[in-house]
């Protein structure tokens, strides 16, 4: 147990730059970042894939128009189900789950654009 909890705080500021990281303006497009509604919905409409994380319910109770659902804590073993050649722009409620989704697909390879909340998508 005291193993695991020093990793976890020996870990945590290499978490904290990549959240530093995934949050700078004008992030490489290689590697997506995070993104305001605008330019999530131009990345749509230009092709990218939008990935709602959020659970199914949340998911039937409304999303943004086109969204995929796939919940966070299912995203690496449906990642196959996601085109790589197309970027993915991931939200959900308030934004920790689709920052860690984004993280996740980034590690398999994918350009992700983690727009955070749903809130902020453009009605």
Same mark, same amino acid.
């Given at each position: 147990?005291?193993?695991?909890?020093?990793?976890?705080?020996?870990?945590?500021?290499a978490l904290l730059a990549c959240?530093?990281?995934d949050m700078t303006p004008g992030?490489? +497009?290689?590697?997506?970042?995070?993104?305001?509604?605008?330019?999530?919905?131009?990345? @749509? =409409?230009?092709? !990218?894939?939008? %990935? #709602?994380v959020r659970s199914p319910s949340?998911? +039937?109770?409304?999303?943004?128009?086109?969204?995929?659902?796939?919940?966070?804590?299912? @995203? =690496?073993?449906? !990642?196959?189900? %996601? #085109?790589?050649?197309?970027?993915?722009?991931?939200?959900?409620?308030?934004?920790?789950?689709?920052?860690?989704?984004?993280?996740?697909?980034? =590690?398999?390879?994918?350009?992700?654009? #983690?727009?955070?909340?749903?809130?902020?998508?453009?009605?």
């Amino acid at each position: 147990m005291r193993v695991l909890f020093l990793c976890g705080l020996l870990s945590m500021p290499a978490l904290l730059a990549c959240e530093a990281a995934d949050m700078t303006p004008g992030a490489s +497009a290689q590697t997506g970042g995070r993104v305001d509604g605008t330019r999530a919905k131009q990345l @749509v =409409a230009e092709g !990218a894939t939008l %990935l #709602d994380v959020r659970s199914p319910s949340e998911f +039937a109770e409304g999303h943004a128009p086109g969204a995929k659902n796939i919940p966070v804590d299912e @995203v =690496a073993a449906r !990642a196959g189900e %996601l #085109d790589k050649s197309k970027p993915v722009v991931t939200y959900c409620a308030v934004g920790a789950r689709s920052r860690v989704a984004a993280a996740s697909l980034r =590690a398999s390879g994918f350009t992700v654009h #983690d727009l955070g909340s749903l809130s902020a998508w453009p009605r």
